[in-house]
């Protein structure tokens, strides 16, 4: 389960205070993956990363009692100085998994070759999408958390490779996706919610949240 109780937060723009959530509550229980509808500049971004726990909210509290994926496509913790190797070992270490099996996924499902033994640093912005894609796919959790869909790369068997893992984990798992399109949310999502104003409306389907937003977006 992931909660949020009271949450509040906001930032100053240097003219105004925006507000991302006003006093939010809400649960995402496992076994009923969530979409959360929201226009651009709303605060998408910030509020997957609070659930993930790589912002921390004004106030209220974020309470956490299953494992959440860090978001799809997050490079954090990842050194460029190091290579894929020493990274994938070193994430493994963090999470208390084998670094031997993170290690032999990664490079089975990225497939860049020698580039996986040099520096992340040197990398295309298409392996570095490769080896995050991989890196949250080698790490099991309950909620994977997805900001604005699926990461794109040029590479047809990559994506395929990727899109098969992810299904199979997500056949196991609770996701989240906020997105400013519905497109993505309904492959994955049942329930739904949109984020507007500082307010997080929950639905109990996609497609309430769906009226909502629209309705929201042609006004």
Request: proline share 2%; aromatic share 10%; glycine share 8%.
């Amino acid at each position: 389960m992931l909660e949020f109780v009271n949450v509040s937060k906001s930032f100053w723009t240097g003219k105004q205070r925006k507000v991302i959530l006003d006093r939010a509550s809400f649960r995402v229980e496992l076994g009923n993956s969530l979409g959360i509808l929201a226009a651009n500049g709303t605060g998408k971004t910030t509020l997957i990363n609070m659930m993930a726990g790589l912002e921390k909210p004004d106030e209220g509290r974020i309470i956490r009692t299953s494992r959440v994926s860090f978001p799809l496509g997050f490079m954090g913790g990842v050194v460029n100085k190091h290579t894929g190797t020493e990274n994938a070992r070193y994430i493994a270490r963090l999470y208390g998994l084998d670094p031997d099996y993170v290690e032999a996924f990664c490079r089975y499902l990225c497939d860049i070759g020698e580039y996986f033994d040099m520096p992340v640093g040197t990398y295309s912005s298409g392996m570095r999408a490769r080896f995050s894609f991989s890196l949250l796919l080698a790490l099991e959790f309950d909620i994977y958390l997805i900001d604005e869909g699926m990461p794109s790369t040029t590479d047809v068997e990559f994506n395929r490779k990727a899109g098969t893992v992810l299904q199979e984990r997500l056949a196991k798992a609770t996701v989240v996706i906020v997105s400013h399109q519905a497109t993505i949310l309904e492959k994955y999502c049942r329930s739904g919610a949109v984020l507007r104003d500082g307010k997080l409306y929950m639905f109990d389907t996609l497609e309430e949240a769906k009226q909502m937003y629209n309705y929201e977006t042609q006004s």
